[in-house]
């Protein structure tokens, strides 16, 4: 039986493991502590070429992980989706795996690989759980430079990022100033508002006002927040869709919702089925199955929810000085910025302030809002609308654009 | 002792019960079910004049009570506040209470002395919990039109309210046009966008999440889902706030998480500190403190909060025919439609929606939005700016818009 690699997909690839910061060369935290062993999960696509020149690091967002273009060993590239970004990396795509050299790594605090509060902490043999020590995306970043250290590259020709991984880009940018030729944060802010820390504060306590979250030690009860947790994602969920998606996905249609409850852990699900459940509207449905998704089949921890969101709500390039242009004061990257006019939850005045920043410190930058429909959760998304009775959708703008910006910096290193 | 009742205030007021719907002539409910019989929780303030002209209804917000102006008995007028509507309801000011007789009355599915979930079912002699039939804003207003009966009233020189006040405002001029001079919906919408679904959505999962919960039994438990509605607390007050309001009140400040907690029901409280607490923000410590007051303070029930917010959910004006003028066909009354700019909840284009469709009728209709820092909350907030430095605040333009438009329905009725 012959498997079918879509074109253009890099096809099968291998999720690999760094491992650094053995004891007692602990890694130091900026908000204290110290932590290592640290595992890095990545993947790479493409090939490094001899002057070590094309490597370019993409950046997952707060759930994402390493798995970014292709197929998974065991995967069926006929059924199964491909890793997350995989619409941009490839041969002959944006990401050109012909021409670039692609990482991406799973940042520390997560569960996909790489070491978090779910990893066992090797002095006490089980997870670390709540005494994970606080992260930054200043950590996040560090880790990766030790990581590009071990792949023998100094010198990115990008980072790029969306949301979360557009935080690390800048951080990427200025922490590193000789080390980035470019970088290209999306959808993304240099520090979050106290309403963006509000939702993902609300997140967070949907997880602890879960009983079986047990002070973040569920592993050693065999349990899970499950409850908690899908809230959190719900919460998510709303912020990342436009308004306008909404009412072009879901309307005010409305369903029976005893029928729509999957069969799995039925248990809570059965829970919302009653009086007040006669009446539900598809949008509530979509929420559900988005819940489940994400502690079911994805496996999200919650310990790592509560760091990442934590690591997003601290990230403040301006401080501690207060002035976000000052921030910049060592870089030496050029920078292109995209933001989507319907993306309320880093709307475009928040890229406005960087650029505004970055200009201050008289560097190249391109600012750009793109025009969607998909609201946040754009920079995911291959193609404008949906195919509808066959009709191919508009390509999202941010890969032609991506794929110019990169050529040219690749062109005048 | 001689107590201090400040200038303008309709001083000390009593909440009264009506009963009606004894069965067996219960009320039929609009999706489905009877229900009865059924009390009602109102207080009016002014009297009536001998035309019965003079009927002022105005209706409470979502977690509102009947408690509108004045203080209740036990209440000390120099600490404690007044009615939720204090500052517009009284002799002299917008609602003039020398010149209107004004009612307000709690909605049921309430559980602020009206029939709810929380009350007895006198075929069971247990609380409704799940079993209580589902409410729409349609019965809401049916039920205060057998108030109206009651109290001798057939006219209403205006119904007001906002947010879901301004939905019942709605309902009353569509469902009884003979009976409403002129109405004012302030910061409302002629029905839920997927996305107001979505965040009532999240609210009620986190209620349906807490185990205590107990499939909405929780009363004979003796217990309350305090963590579940806490959380579902916190989501909507992010979205009763502006985005500038949150950056003028909590930017990016930070607390010590530890001294913040306050000691009350200590046992869930206790579960936020933990590593991930290092670092809390004031918006958090903001956002936990309205969760502990909405459970703790002001007693709100779980199913009450399911009961309602799909009320609102399930509102929707156009329905059946899905065209919105057509509901305002046979309306008589007056509008005056009021939103605010930073309002991101009900945005304007929800209030000009409804002002297209009544000016589709020929009616006499004017939509006002007006500036504030304070989002939806806007109509709950007498000051625009909170006084800074002895310096008064300026006025809600609010006050001064409906005082006039209410003296010109009563000049020309």
Same mark, same amino acid.
């Given at each position: 039986?012959?498997?079918?690699?879509?074109?253009?997909?890099?096809?099968?690839?291998?999720?690999?493991?760094?491992?650094?910061?053995?004891?007692?060369?602990?890694?130091?935290?900026?908000?204290?502590?110290?932590?290592?062993?640290?595992?890095?999960?990545?993947?790479?696509?493409?090939?490094?070429?001899?002057?070590?020149?094309?490597?370019?690091?993409?950046?997952?967002?707060?759930?994402?992980?390493?798995?970014?273009?292709?197929?998974?060993?065991?995967?069926? $590239?006929?059924?199964?989706?491909?890793?997350?970004?995989?619409?941009?990396? *490839?041969? *002959?795509?944006?990401?050109?795996?012909? =021409?670039?050299?692609?990482?991406?790594?799973?940042?520390?605090?997560?569960?996909?690989?790489?070491?978090? @509060?779910?990893?066992?902490?090797?002095?006490?043999?089980?997870?670390?759980?709540?005494?994970?020590?606080?992260?930054?995306?200043?950590?996040?970043?560090?880790?990766?430079?030790?990581?590009?250290?071990?792949?023998?590259?100094?010198?990115?020709?990008?980072?790029?990022?969306?949301?979360?991984?557009?935080?690390?880009?800048?951080?990427?940018?200025?922490?590193?100033?000789?080390?980035?030729?470019?970088?290209?944060?999306?959808?993304?802010?240099?520090?979050?508002?106290?309403?963006?820390?509000?939702?993902?504060?609300?997140?967070?306590?949907?997880?602890?006002?879960? @009983?079986?979250?047990?002070?973040?030690?569920?592993?050693?009860?065999?349990?899970? $927040?499950?409850? /908690?947790?899908?809230?959190?994602?719900?919460?998510?969920?709303?912020?990342?869709?436009?308004?306008?998606?909404?009412?072009?996905?879901?309307?005010?249609?409305?369903?029976?919702?005893?029928? =729509?409850?999957?069969?799995?852990?039925?248990?809570?699900?059965?829970?919302?089925?009653?009086?007040?459940?006669?009446?539900?509207?598809?949008?509530?449905?979509?929420? =559900?199955?988005? /819940?489940?998704?994400?502690?079911?089949?994805?496996?999200?921890?919650?310990?790592?929810?509560?760091?990442?969101?934590?690591?997003?709500?601290?990230?403040?390039?301006?401080?501690?000085?207060?002035?976000?242009?000052?921030?910049?004061?060592?870089?030496?990257?050029?920078?292109?910025?995209?933001?989507?006019?319907?993306?309320?939850?880093?709307?475009?005045?928040?890229?406005?302030?960087?650029?505004?920043?970055?200009?201050?410190?008289?560097?190249?930058?391109?600012?750009?809002?793109?025009?969607?429909?998909?609201?946040?959760?754009?920079?995911?998304?291959?193609?404008?609308?949906? @195919?509808?009775?066959?009709?191919?959708?508009?390509?999202?703008?941010?890969?032609?654009?991506?794929?110019?910006?990169?050529?040219?910096?690749?062109?005048?290193?």
């Amino acid at each position: 039986m012959k498997t079918h690699i879509p074109h253009g997909s890099v096809g099968f690839v291998e999720t690999k493991r760094f491992t650094f910061a053995e004891p007692p060369h602990e890694m130091p935290m900026d908000i204290g502590g110290k932590l290592g062993p640290i595992t890095l999960a990545y993947e790479t696509y493409g090939k490094l070429n001899r002057e070590k020149s094309n490597a370019v690091l993409v950046q997952h967002a707060f759930s994402g992980s390493a798995h970014a273009a292709g197929f998974l060993p065991g995967q069926d $590239p006929s059924k199964e989706k491909p890793g997350w970004w995989d619409f941009l990396i *490839g041969p *002959g795509r944006a990401l050109d795996t012909e =021409k670039y050299f692609v990482i991406c790594s799973n940042v520390i605090g997560s569960c996909y690989g790489s070491t978090g @509060p779910s990893s066992v902490d090797p002095k006490t043999g089980r997870p670390y759980g709540l005494s994970f020590p606080v992260v930054t995306v200043g950590d996040m970043v560090r880790a990766q430079a030790h990581l590009l250290d071990h792949l023998g590259i100094e010198r990115l020709l990008t980072v790029i990022g969306g949301s979360m991984g557009g935080m690390q880009a800048l951080q990427w940018a200025v922490d590193y100033p000789d080390r980035v030729a470019s970088a290209i944060p999306i959808a993304t802010t240099s520090r979050h508002s106290p309403q963006q820390i509000a939702f993902n504060h609300v997140g967070r306590a949907a997880i602890l006002a879960d @009983p079986e979250f047990h002070e973040g030690d569920y592993y050693g009860w065999r349990t899970v $927040p499950e409850r /908690g947790l899908s809230v959190a994602r719900m919460v998510g969920f709303i912020t990342y869709l436009s308004d306008r998606k909404m009412h072009e996905k879901f309307g005010r249609m409305k369903q029976f919702a005893a029928a =729509k409850v999957s069969g799995r852990q039925g248990k809570w699900a059965e829970g919302t089925i009653g009086q007040h459940s006669a009446v539900e509207f598809s949008v509530e449905g979509y929420l =559900k199955h988005q /819940g489940e998704v994400f502690v079911f089949d994805r496996r999200f921890d919650a310990n790592s929810y509560l760091s990442i969101t934590k690591a997003i709500d601290i990230f403040d390039l301006s401080a501690p000085s207060g002035r976000l242009a000052k921030a910049f004061g060592n870089v030496k990257s050029k920078f292109l910025i995209i933001s989507f006019d319907t993306d309320w939850l880093y709307p475009t005045y928040q890229s406005q302030e960087i650029r505004n920043a970055i200009l201050q410190n008289g560097l190249a930058v391109a600012c750009l809002e793109l025009s969607t429909i998909h609201g946040h959760d754009a920079f995911l998304i291959e193609n404008e609308k949906p @195919p509808e009775g066959g009709k191919p959708g508009v390509k999202n703008k941010m890969i032609q654009v991506v794929r110019d910006f990169l050529g040219n910096v690749a062109a005048r290193p």
